[in-house]
């Protein structure tokens, strides 16, 4: 008896051709593998990517600075009348006091807008803080304080570099100052000024440099429109493309020659270069007082004084010279209020503490001032109404339509129609709340229970369509042992089927419950964009919500709320995380296998 090979499709099972074939599966099995790590790793790194950009962001919305700062309560301003009657003490000028305080610390400020620039070091909410903190304790009337006043945005954002460092430059020399009118002349005995000199022409090149290129951007449209002039068939158009041809030669030679002066002054032999708001500030701290340089070369230089010393200053070793690695045109705090904060920062009158008022506080136009607590108070309310009228309602739909509905067109129609509703855009229930709800029945506009039932009839169709498939899910069996028994139809499926479908049901509702927290255009539609200081304390009060909040914040030019848009971002998140962990938690702890 001889043994026949087994053959498949014309091969044999052992032959050369069928482990090619073998290996040429098990490539195709290798690559779908890695294709597959590729696709999560790449998702991976770009979720990775995300997160580290907004924690990087959010970190200075956790951190808020105080400046510290003897006040005195004089009484005739704080309480006249000596009632100590806190109603009238909170409506006293602190603001004004505020800015004694100020003044009183910096005597040698004596100009309109240095003053301006002075009172912008604590923030507008500062002396409203400090009227409370009196009428709270009116003993304190008549006394001086050592007050922690609240940082502004401005000065927030320096103390954490935002606006760049303050960089200590190497010196060597004895320092000579020499008053000259308004202007100071300042001597080393060592070239000292020639490192910062040399990143002065530095910068001018680079400046330079800008120049020529937006030169040959103009170069371009003298050309293109040359063109023009050339092409053109009627005296209009060659009239027009004659001036565009004008204009553009002027402006092209105008950024020439700016850029012909930068290099000249760049290169230029004599060594003394004037600084200016487009150039890196230079600052000499000595003798308690700062000067700001207008004009350096290597050994020498001359400049304003912006704190005055506290005497000549003749051949000192002792001073310092620091250079902003940004120039003032390029950021908001000036270089008064640098050195204002620096004589503060140097005496310890400055803290920064973490920013508990983010979590703990409404929102503000001021982003000092600006916190957390009211939008998230109101998505609580906001997702409090649509639970309460999604989660009943789009289980009860499901219960009937998979075990009492009959099957006919009408049954068939309103299962398309469910299904058509989960893909609507959510903008289209904004313009259904805004035409029906707030229109026809009135409901508050900006209210928690308008937004509520918005996001309910957007949840509706994922309710119903999860509740559905968990109640399908059910074994037959369970069904038909509850009926052998003797119970309805209505008993079998509220007392068996329910309690065995829920925990797929509630996976569904707070999948869908999480949707509805991060929508943001229905929610515009029906006015919860409003700006909203008080915390809500119910459905009717106005209020906003958390992802309605980032878009605003997203929206304001202060640098300040970037930080507190990504916070809040993180926020969002987190309450999205805990809400998906507690489904899958869910579906863990009740979960059947049948």
């Not at 320096?158 to 430059?169: T, V």
């Not at 449209?221 to 040359?226: H, L």
């Not at 004037?274 to 600052?283: G, R």
């Not at 229930?429 to 957007?458: D, E, K, Q, W």
Request: hydrophobic share 50%; with cysteine; charged share 20%.
């Amino acid at each position: 008896m001889t043994d026949t090979p087994n053959t498949a499709n014309g091969f044999a099972f052992g032959d050369d051709r069928s482990a090619a074939r073998l290996k040429k599966r098990r490539r195709a099995e290798w690559r779908l593998k890695a294709y597959g790590i590729i696709a999560i790793s790449v998702a991976a790194l770009a979720l990775l990517a995300l997160l580290s950009s907004v924690v990087t962001k959010a970190g200075g919305a956790l951190t808020e600075s105080y400046l510290t700062l003897p006040v005195t309560l004089d009484p005739a301003v704080v309480d006249p009348q000596g009632t100590k009657d806190p109603k009238k003490i909170l409506r006293a000028d602190f603001g004004g006091l505020t800015k004694a305080a100020l003044r009183a610390e910096f005597p040698w400020v004596k100009a309109r807008g240095a003053k301006r620039e002075l009172y912008d070091l604590v923030s507008n909410g500062a002396s409203f803080e400090l009227g409370r903190k009196v009428s709270d304790d009116p003993t304190l009337v008549g006394q001086t304080l050592d007050y922690r006043f609240l940082a502004s945005d401005v000065s927030d954002l320096y103390l954490q570099g935002a606006y760049g460092d303050l960089k200590k430059a190497k010196t060597g020399g004895a320092l000579t100052i020499t008053e000259d009118g308004k202007k100071v002349q300042i001597a080393t005995t060592a070239e000292d000024f020639s490192a910062p000199l040399e990143a002065v022409k530095r910068t001018l090149l680079d400046q330079a440099a800008f120049q020529r290129r937006q030169a040959a951007l103009q170069d371009n449209g003298v050309r293109a429109f040359a063109a023009r002039l050339e092409a053109a068939a009627t005296d209009e158009a060659r009239a027009e493309a004659k001036a565009e041809v004008d204009a553009r030669t002027a402006r092209r030679d105008k950024f020439l020659a700016a850029a012909a002066d930068l290099e000249a002054r760049a290169n230029g032999v004599d060594g003394t270069e004037e600084l200016t708001t487009t150039t890196p500030s230079l600052l000499i701290k000595t003798a308690g007082g700062w000067i700001k340089l207008t004009k350096i070369s290597p050994a020498s230089a001359e400049g304003v004084v912006l704190a005055p010393t506290d005497g000549p200053v003749t051949a000192s070793q002792d001073w310092a010279l620091y250079a902003t690695t940004l120039p003032e045109a390029s950021r908001k705090v000036s270089d008064d209020q640098i050195v204002w904060l620096e004589t503060l920062r140097d005496q310890g009158r400055i803290d920064t503490v973490f920013n508990t008022r983010f979590f703990t506080a409404g929102d503000s136009r001021e982003p000092e001032l600006a916190g957390i607590w009211g939008a998230a108070v109101g998505s609580f309310w906001t997702m409090l109404v649509t639970f309460c009228l999604a989660f009943p309602i789009g289980v009860l739909a499901a219960i009937y339509l998979e075990e009492f509905a009959p099957k006919r067109r009408l049954t068939d129609f309103i299962e398309v129609n469910i299904n058509n509703l989960a893909a609507v855009p959510s903008i289209v229930f904004g313009l259904l709340g805004l035409a029906v709800f707030l229109g026809f029945f009135g409901v508050p506009r900006s209210a928690p229970l308008a937004g509520g039932i918005v996001l309910a009839l957007m949840t509706l169709p994922t309710i119903i369509i999860a509740s559905r498939a968990a109640i399908r899910a059910v074994p037959p069996s369970i069904r038909e042992a509850a009926l052998g028994v003797g119970a309805s139809k209505l008993q079998s499926t509220f007392h068996h089927v329910l309690p065995l479908a829920m925990p797929g049901i509630l996976t569904g509702t707070i999948i869908g419950m999480a949707q509805a927290l991060g929508e943001t255009a229905p929610l515009i539609m029906i006015g919860m964009v409003a700006f909203i200081v008080d915390i809500p304390t119910g459905i009717l009060d106005s209020a906003t919500v958390l992802p309605v909040q980032v878009y605003r914040w997203s929206d304001f030019p202060e640098r300040a709320f970037e930080a507190r848009t990504a916070a809040a971002i993180l926020v969002l998140l987190a309450f999205l995380v805990i809400m998906n962990a507690l489904a899958v938690f869910l579906r863990k702890r009740f979960e059947r296998r049948w």
